[in-house]
């Protein structure tokens, strides 16, 4: 297979179609990684037929060259610093054509390769639309095609195009400034010399419009770019044109082009009023009440679902990972390295691993949600809840994404315009239920809350959403108590544009749940495993509490005298008023590296006490464990205490690293951890020694 010399570079508008098309052409070829320098997410594939194959790159959606925004400001960047042999796929959607072109203009200024691909043609179809892709090639000088991403509709024939390094077009200028300007900006490409030509254009354009003033991102080149002599003369022509080069009014010559492209390529037929269904569906989805119980409510369903569908597949993760254990016992000679790959690394990685199947449903419902067009419903109507507490809706995807993980929520953030309510997006992310803290709650929910229905809604199920509420609701206080005290500023506006209903791609939403669950498994898995090693040592040593073939010294009496009993017993004055003994305060400890460590954790440690090779898994573990006067050690309000002191410390070490980068200080995750760290000790106390106030141990 032949290997092209060129790479391929997604660029478009935001939900313009661009990811569906970019996972639709690469398939499961793809990896996950960061631009050069920055956080920003990265999305790399390989397009391919028998023949030959291309490397393809998913830029951020952006709707121009000039955004403020991080990730606005790392497209740019990729753009201005590309290699000289790289294509751009331009992804426009077809119903859109007008506010598309606009951005689609810079590209062709930069002198890029391009190959253009409208996307959408069912909804073109359904609106009554048509498009004369022969004249709109004509008039832009590339190739086009139209297509629709999610039913395959011309994907192998654009597959195939894009294989071919001359399907990619250098278009001349499609628009010209005024009659005014433009003399003046030919009057200066007729001065400079060919050595300096690629300065003309959109180079020399961007040095004009600074030196009338506007305000250009730091990555769009300017005068700096030309030797000191051409710079000079520019100036010098520029101060005797006596006109200013704004935006304006270029966005005024630049929609005047467009106005004639569309006359002669786009035509509308008679409008087709949307179906009944979909504007019944949008009256309840965005009434200020409605729209927000009916996200209530689908959220609900989601928790409940995450215990009911979920427990074959977990059950048979345990069963491989036991048996595994078991395989591993038999096949190695008794001594610290059979327990260690038994007890330390395989028990201890799979006590973790066996929650996938739940996280995956979480993650799969979120894709569900987003690309069926829900979810910009969603934070339009949220969006009037959080405006209460001095934010936009423009905060609730990074919010949301949180229940996932903070920390590609953190690093969302920096879609937010306005650097105040940035910030406040970032401090109260890690409070929402994230993955890391599933494993915790389902262990701890699993064991020792009792199995009870409520009508049809599981006891189980109800605590679970109880504690994602506790963490919305508390992110939303906490950054109304930020907006008052550190951050007093008016709440920036919101603008949504709002997607038409879609049928979610069964392959996308796959992919995009795998792309995450494989970030989830290396990134976790990794330190699940490092630390169980470590906790296998510090719960079988020093020298002389590991129990060496033939002898018989009982499980429990190895764990009092390990490492992790002492460190356990050092920290339990300070943790017994919240509920903890010293297994909790290992796990404590351990947790801040990571919080699904905790499980791993009690495994290890309860792995220990067990006495015979049938004893019971981790939860019936749990349940038995006793106090020195026969009282349980694990009691719903001991749990709730815990789940609590979960649900707001700040147990990552990953979210604090990426608060750093994202914040450019030590103050702020500094911050971050502390308060956090305040708010679980307090309110774990409050709820504990007010429990046993009122009797409910």
């Avoid at 391929?8 to 690469?26: A, D, Q, R």
């Avoid at 390094?165 to 060919?194: A, C, G, M, Y």
């Avoid at 749990?622 to 147990?651: H, N």
Wanted: with cysteine.
């Amino acid at each position: 297979m032949i290997q092209n010399p060129y790479r391929i570079l997604f660029v478009g508008n935001p939900n313009c179609g661009k990811s569906t098309l970019f996972n639709k052409l690469t398939g499961l070829s793809q990896k996950t990684g960061n631009f050069s320098g920055v956080t920003v997410e990265k999305h790399s594939g390989w397009i391919s037929n028998p023949i030959s194959t291309v490397e393809a790159i998913d830029l951020p959606g952006s709707f121009s060259l000039n955004g403020v925004s991080e990730d606005k400001k790392t497209l740019t960047r990729f753009l201005m610093n590309r290699e000289k042999t790289d294509k751009v796929l331009f992804i426009m959607d077809s119903v859109l054509l007008e506010r598309s072109l606009q951005f689609l203009f810079q590209i062709i200024d930069l002198g890029i390769p391009v190959f253009l691909v409208l996307t959408m043609k069912d909804i073109l179809e359904k609106r009554n639309i048509s498009i004369d892709i022969e004249a709109l090639k004509k008039e832009l000088g590339i190739n086009i095609t139209l297509l629709n991403a999610k039913s395959n509709d011309g994907i192998e024939a654009l597959k195939n195009q894009l294989l071919i390094e001359s399907s990619f077009k250098s278009p001349k200028r499609v628009w010209k400034w005024d009659t005014e300007r433009q003399n003046v900006l030919d009057s200066i490409h007729s001065r400079i010399d060919s050595e300096h030509s690629k300065f003309t254009g959109f180079v020399l354009e961007n040095s004009l419009k600074k030196l009338s003033g506007e305000k250009l991102q730091d990555e769009l080149p300017d005068l700096n770019y030309f030797p000191p002599d051409i710079a000079e003369f520019i100036r010098s022509e520029y101060s005797h044109s006596g006109l200013k080069f704004s935006y304006s009014e270029e966005l005024i010559c630049k929609a005047i082009a467009i106005k004639k492209i569309l006359s002669l390529t786009f035509r509308a037929g008679e409008a087709k009023t949307r179906p009944l269904w979909e504007r019944s569906l949008d009256r309840v989805l965005l009434h200020p009440l409605y729209g927000l119980l009916s996200f209530l409510f689908l959220i609900g369903l989601v928790f409940q679902g995450l215990f009911f569908w979920s427990e074959i597949p977990m059950n048979f993760i345990e069963g491989v990972f036991d048996k595994t254990a078991e395989l591993s016992i038999s096949l190695l000679p008794a001594g610290p390295l059979a327990e260690l790959i038994s007890d330390g690394i395989i028990k201890g990685v799979g006590s973790v691993l066996i929650f996938i199947p739940q996280i995956a449903l979480l993650f799969f419902f979120i894709e569900i949600l987003e690309e069926s067009g829900y979810m910009a419903r969603a934070s339009f109507v949220m969006d009037r809840v959080m405006g209460k507490f001095g934010l936009s809706g423009k905060s609730f995807i990074p919010l949301l994404s949180s229940a996932a993980c903070a920390v590609p929520a953190i690093m969302g953030a920096r879609t937010i315009e306005d650097k105040n309510d940035r910030l406040i997006t970032i401090l109260v992310s890690p409070l929402i239920t994230c993955s890391a803290r599933y494993p915790v709650y389902i262990l701890i929910i699993g064991a020792i809350f009792p199995e009870m229905n409520l009508g049809f809604l599981s006891l189980k199920g109800l605590v679970l959403f109880g504690l994602f509420l506790t963490g919305m609701g508390t992110a939303l206080l906490f950054a109304l108590i930020f907006k008052k005290t550190f951050f007093k500023k008016e709440s920036s506006y919101f603008l949504l544009e709002l997607p038409s209903f879609k049928i979610p791609s069964l392959k996308n939403v796959t992919i995009n749940v795998g792309r995450k669950i494989k970030t989830f498994v290396v990134n976790t898995g990794s330190i699940i495993l490092y630390i169980s090693i470590l906790l296998w040592y510090l719960a079988n040593y020093p020298s002389g509490a590991i129990q060496t073939p033939g002898s018989n010294l009982p499980k429990s009496e190895i764990i009092q005298n390990s490492y992790a009993a002492k460190m356990g017993k050092f920290i339990e004055p300070a943790i017994e008023p919240i509920g903890f003994d010293w297994k909790m305060g290992v796990s404590l400890i351990t947790s801040f590296a990571a919080r699904e460590v905790m499980v791993s954790t009690l495994a290890i440690i309860y792995g220990v006490e067990e006495e015979n090779e049938d004893a019971p898994g981790l939860k019936v573990a749990m349940q038995k464990d006793r106090k020195a006067d026969g009282s349980p050690v694990w009691t719903i309000l001991t749990a709730t205490s815990v789940l609590i002191f979960y649900a707001f410390a700040c147990q990552c070490m990953s979210t604090i690293a990426v608060v750093r980068k994202e914040t450019n200080s030590y103050f702020w995750p500094t911050f971050l951890f502390v308060y956090m760290t305040l708010l679980a000790y307090l309110s774990s106390l409050l709820v504990y020694q007010g429990g046993k106030f009122l009797g409910w141990d």
